[in-house]
């Protein structure tokens, strides 16, 4: 049983119909995140109808066999846009953890370090799992600016610009109610945290970015989507665009 001291986490998801890769996905949550307190967590999905020959119920079967609480929506037509509106908007806790169903979390994470990270830097909106190996440099390169490591355990971007993004994160609440009433149903929500976006502008230069890692660390995350993409008749179109799979 967790410690109820501790705040809840909502884990928001967005996936299509692909039950054999929510579960490594999951499994990886629950062995690397959860640490034993899967009560702690609540699961909310938002399922595309648009993927592999099954039915919407085998992806909920999957969610409810590693989480005893999971609340889903199953949408009439896919749309990435409204999938992500959904899951932020029924999210209640403090902090949100967002993944989308194909990433394997990749090392044990201290989720309690991250939120304590969050607290201390008030302005600091989130802290993102990184996907590549980090150099043994304080400061890095990536995402279009420089990033320095804090000793507190995490690298601060710079530069507000272009620098959330929707590989797996943990943020905080405030951030995603300052978001949510402007964000767009046609387009990509990754896109539309942007500097370019005028209508999304106010709300991200008013925060700052974080990843989670250290010098000379592993990938912390692992996209096992582009596996699954290359052994199927789908395929994810780049940019702004991208609002849904496609058939090749």
Known sequence: MSDISKPEIDITMTAVLR???????????????????DD?????????????????????????????????????????PQAVKWV???????YIFHIEDDWL?????????MISILDRYIKLSSLRLYKYKT????????FGCKWDYQLDGFYLARDWKKQFGLN???????????????????VNPEKQFRYSQEYMKKVISNWQYGIYSYPSNA?????????????????????????TWVKK
């Open 19 to 37: 039950p054999a890769v929510l579960s490594e996905t999951l499994a990886s949550i629950k062995e690397k995140i959860c640490s034993g307190e």
């Open 40 to 80: 702690r967590y609540r699961l909310i999905i938002n399922i595309d109808p648009i993927g592999e020959n099954v039915q919407p119920k085998s992806v909920i079967k999957t969610a409810k066999k590693n989480f005893s609480n999971v609340v889903y929506n199953i949408a009439s037509t896919p749309s990435f």
């Open 88 to 94: 932020w908007k029924n999210s209640t806790a403090p």
């Open 105 to 113: 979390i990749n090392q044990d994470i201290d989720i309690d370090k």
């Open 135 to 142: 150099t043994k440099a304080a400061t890095i390169n990536t």
């Open 168 to 186: 797996p994160i943990l943020i905080k609440r405030e951030f995603i109610e300052q978001a949510l009433p402007l964000m767009k149903d046609d």
């Open 219 to 243: 990938p912390v995350v692992v996209d096992i989507g582009r596996r699954w993409i290359n052994n199927t008749s789908f395929s994810k179109p780049v940019g702004t665009t991208f609002l």
